[in-house]
Structures are given as C-alpha cells and as structure tokens.
C-alpha cells in the first residue's frame, strides 16, 4: 500500500441476537471455513434501508432467526485492505440487541457453514475478532443492567 491509496469507508449492521434457554443466557454465532471463524451477524445495507432495517435482514438472512430490536450497541470500526486494488477501507459496523421471534438456525443462508447458540462465557471465548468480543460484553452488560431494573422493581 502506499500513501496516496484510495481510502473507502463502508458502513454495516448487525446484532447480538440473545435468549434465555434453561436458565442459562445464549447467543447465537456464525461460523466459517476450516477452522472454523467464529463472529456475529452482520451485512452491507440495501438501497433506501436504515441501519436498523440492515440489522434485522442481515441477522434474519445469515443465523436464519426472526428478531426484533431490543437496543442500540453502538459501533465497531477498523481498518483493512485490498492490495490488488490499492484500497484501504475504514469499516464502521453497526450493532444491535436482538431477541428472537421466529425462525430457526438450520434456515440461515449459504454465507456460514454453520449458525448455532453459544452459552455466553463459551461464546466471549469463542469469538475470532476482539471488537466483536467487545459488542458481545456490551450486550451483556446491558442485559445485566435491565435485570437489575427489572428485579428492583419487583420489590
């Protein structure tokens, strides 16, 4: 790369979908190739979508799980490169705490070779990227955070 390469920032959407199954908190994760890369669900919008509406197709299309928005993550960004193409790009991904409503993971899309849920602890270990580990304990600390209002009221 050289200094005059031509810098391109792509914008994406995903989420954290999670769920409670036996008392214990899940998420679900994508995996690829051999090994297998574990991260979360995420994609390019479409023309004319919001964020918001990126999040929930690309979620739906890549784990094959129905969901609704439960909260706003925040952001992740980084940098990487095309040296064929003398490009850098400053990715922005935008994430989002899902709930699922529908669906199922053996639905998801060709894009993964396999969807499945994670407890969470496996999950914050099982992660290939730290910025991804870092929106997952964002999720979690959000959760927790709504727990403790939840039971607060409860009293």
């Excluded at 053996?106 to 910025?131: M, S």
């Amino acid at each position: 790369m050289n200094a005059k390469s031509r810098v391109e920032n792509p914008v994406s959407a995903g989420g954290v979908v999670y769920q409670r199954h036996g008392g214990r908190l899940e998420t679900v994760l994508c995996g690829r190739g051999q090994p297998i890369r574990w991260s979360l669900a995420k994609g390019t919008p479409d023309a004319g979508e919001t964020l918001e509406q990126t999040a929930l197709r690309e979620v739906w299309e890549e784990t094959g799980l129905e969901v609704e928005l439960d909260g706003s993550l925040g952001s992740i960004d980084y940098w990487f490169a095309d040296r064929g193409k003398d490009v850098r790009y400053h990715k922005t991904v935008h994430y989002y705490l899902m709930v699922p409503v529908g669906g199922a993971t053996d639905q998801h899309d060709p894009e993964f070779d396999v969807v499945q849920w994670y407890g969470v602890e496996d999950a914050l270990k099982t992660l290939a990227y730290p910025n991804e580990v870092d929106v997952l304990k964002r999720a979690l600390d959000l959760i927790a955070e709504r727990d403790g209002a939840d039971s607060g009221e409860r009293n």
